[in-house]
Structures are given as C-alpha cells and as structure tokens.
C-alpha cells in the first residue's frame, strides 16, 4: 500500500505540474514542472515522505525505460537538425556533464557522511 501510495503522490504532482503548465502556457515540459512542484513541497515540508521514497526507489531501476520515448522520437525530427549537429553534441555533452556534477555536489552535499572515528595521525603522537 505503500508503494502504491507514493506512486500516486508522484503521479499527482506531475499532473499538477501539467495543469499548471497549460493553463499558464509556460515554455517547459509539464514533468519537470511537476518534478519543480514536488521540489517545492519537500523544500517546505523538510523531509521525504516514505510512500514517495518507497516508490521513487522502485522507478529507479525503469529509469532507461522512462526516457525511451523521448530518444525514439528523436527519428521523427531527424530532419530538422540537419547542419545543426555540431550544436547538438556541444549541448548534450555540456548538459550531461553539468548533470554529472550537479548530482555529484548533492550527494556530497546531502548524503549523511560516515561516522568517522579518531584518524590515526591522532595516535601517531
């Protein structure tokens, strides 16, 4: 019950963000609204809820699957970038390098960090 709790959590927020998104004509995709209100109400409410980790852990593992429509669409638009390449690879290595990072600098930054005990140049005295 869990599991399906969160998923629905997850779900809600990205029709929100789609509702949002139409209703307001904003020039972003009605996901990452969602993904920007979910974002919000952690931020305001200051801890994960375990249905929505529950189930976000369960999507991990699908991850692949979740964003192959969107790279087979890419053949139906093939044509429009044509003698735009260079662009496209300049954008996709910037953006998934700055992705990297990003994610890198939170784990870093919100992980717990492991318990560490004395160091040993603190024996060595």
């Known amino acids: 019950m869990t599991l399906l709790r969160g998923f629905l959590w997850l779900l809600g927020f990205?029709?929100?963000?789609?509702?949002?998104?139409?209703?307001?004509?904003?020039?972003?995709?009605h996901a990452m609204a969602g993904l920007l209100l979910l974002l919000a109400w952690l931020l305001v409410k200051g801890?994960?809820?375990?249905?929505v980790a529950?189930?976000?852990?369960?999507l991990?593992?699908?991850?692949?699957?979740?964003?192959?429509?969107?790279?087979?669409?890419?053949?139906?638009?093939?044509?429009?970038f044509a003698g735009h390449w260079l662009a496209v690879v300049v954008a996709?290595?910037?953006g998934t390098g700055l992705s990297v990072l990003t994610t890198l600098w939170l784990m870093l930054r919100l992980m717990p960090r492991p318990d560490s005990g004395?160091?040993?140049?603190?024996?060595?005295a």
Do not use: C, K
């Open 60 to 80: 991990i593992p699908l991850l692949a699957m979740l964003i192959m429509p969107g790279v087979v669409g890419i053949f139906f638009v093939i044509d429009e």
């Open 47 to 51: 801890r994960l809820d375990e249905s």
């Open 92 to 94: 996709l290595a910037v």
């Open 14 to 29: 990205q029709l929100l963000g789609q509702l949002i998104v139409e209703l307001l004509s904003l020039p972003i995709s």
């Open 54 to 58: 529950t189930a976000s852990q369960a």
């Open 118 to 124: 004395p160091s040993e140049r603190d024996h060595s």
